[in-house]
């Protein structure tokens, strides 16, 4: 299969879980240790070799341009042009991705929500790029999580699936999206049960562009992806690539403190002495 050149990063959300900070700064632009936290997600692109990132962004989020424009003038992630792409109103994943069509092309692609973020050591966004080339499937991203994580996500990307191989899941099923949070049942005294959930992290061949473009608009007027996520998992045609712990939703502020506590114990290990849990 052909390689993947490009990654798409949807940028265009008000933020509403991260007022009232974002009321002012972008949320992509909230900063995690010394950088805003999408400077992370594009070291993730540059460092798995893409050449291209295309960021979806929305009026009024000339800043989040700004600082990109001017960091990548500025010498960081060498080799990775930034485009962008525009989505006005905020009206689903779907939508945002569609907006890309025409710098996609005929070609896969990759998908990093910025929202998620990995910051395992040995994470390497190329290993999901990787089972793409070798076996012409769309790949998605995934965790596997128990009660400690519970209340941590948003209350999506719960998966059925088997074991291909080590690290390498057939999805079964994607369940549909819920209200609130991501809840996992289970208490310290007990024996623990883990959930594999899908995260932020998609590898999609061009095909996918028709599966999103044939989901309905739910009652909110938005284009979400899990519809066609759910259709390619019925066709066979997704596999999902386990991805080493932890992993943040640093657009939600407890998501946020929880991943910069975790940076800070990592440089600083004597001041911090108890690792995350």
């Known amino acids: 299969m052909s390689a993947v ?47 291209e990132a295309i960021v979806v962004v929305a009026p009024g989020k000339e800043l989040l341009q700004r600082h990109l424009d001017l960091s ?4 960081s992630w060498p080799g990775l042009r930034i485009r962008y792409a525009e989505q006005r109103e905020p009206t689903g994943l779907a939508d945002a991705i569609l907006a890309c069509t025409g710098l ?19 994470y390497r966004l190329a290993s999901l790029l990787e089972l793409w080339r070798e076996h012409g499937r769309h790949v998605v991203g995934v965790i596997e999580i128990d009660w400690r994580w519970s209340g941590r996500f948003g209350n999506s990307g719960r998966i059925d699936s088997r074991p291909l191989a080590p690290g ?36 999609l061949g061009p095909a996918a562009l028709d599966a999103l ?5 739910d009652t909110r007027g938005e284009l979400d992806e899990i519809p066609a996520v759910q259709r390619l998992a019925r066709e066979g045609n997704l596999l999902g690539a386990l991805l ?10 407890a998501g946020l403190l929880a991943a910069s506590a975790w940076l800070a114990e990592r440089a600083n290990p004597v001041e911090h002495s108890r690792p995350f849990q």
Request: net charge neutral.
């Open 104 to 122: 996609l092309g005929d070609e896969p692609f990759a998908v990093l929500l910025p929202d998620n973020l990995p910051l395992a050591p040995d």
């Open 244 to 253: 080493p712990m932890p992993l943040f939703d640093v657009g939600h502020p």
């Open 213 to 217: 473009a044939a989901s309905r608009r």
């Open 5 to 51: 050149r490009r990654a798409v990063l949807p940028a265009a959300g008000r933020g509403t879980r991260m007022l009232p900070f974002s009321l002012a700064v972008p949320k992509e632009l909230a900063p995690l240790g010394s950088k805003p936290a999408i400077d992370f997600v594009l070291d993730e692109a540059a460092d798995a070799g893409l050449e």
């Open 72 to 75: 990548r003038a500025g010498g």
């Open 168 to 203: 390498v899941l057939a999805i079964e099923r994607l369940h549909d999206r819920g209200p609130g949070r991501f809840e996992i049942a289970g208490a310290p005294d007990a024996p623990w049960s883990t959930v594999l959930r899908a995260c932020g992290r998609y590898v």
